[in-house]
């Protein structure tokens, strides 16, 4: 089964972080979290940054992890 944002998982595992820890330490809600994970809402700009932030993903890594190339593939 596919799951959308793979590498933005693995990077929660090498930061040892939980979903629901980085959504808190990114301001956002963890249901607004889930939705975005799970690829039924898209990433607003402020959301991308935020948890980039908490995550130590510098700007020009950001379509690493946020920009989902398998959808709809």
């Known amino acids: 089964m596919y ?10 595992a090498q930061c040892e972080m939980s979903q629901n820890e980085v959504a808190r330490a990114a301001g956002m ?3 607004t979290m889930t939705a975005r994970m799970t690829g ?5 700009a402020w959301q991308m940054e ?3 932030a908490a995550l130590h993903i510098p700007p020009e890594e950001y379509s ?4 989902d190339r398998r959808k709809g593939a």
């Open 3 to 12: 799951r959308p944002f793979y590498n933005l998982r693995v990077r929660f």
């Open 40 to 44: 039924a809402q898209p990433f607003d």
């Open 50 to 52: 935020a948890i980039a």
């Open 29 to 31: 809600a963890s249901s």
């Open 64 to 67: 690493k992890y946020f920009f």
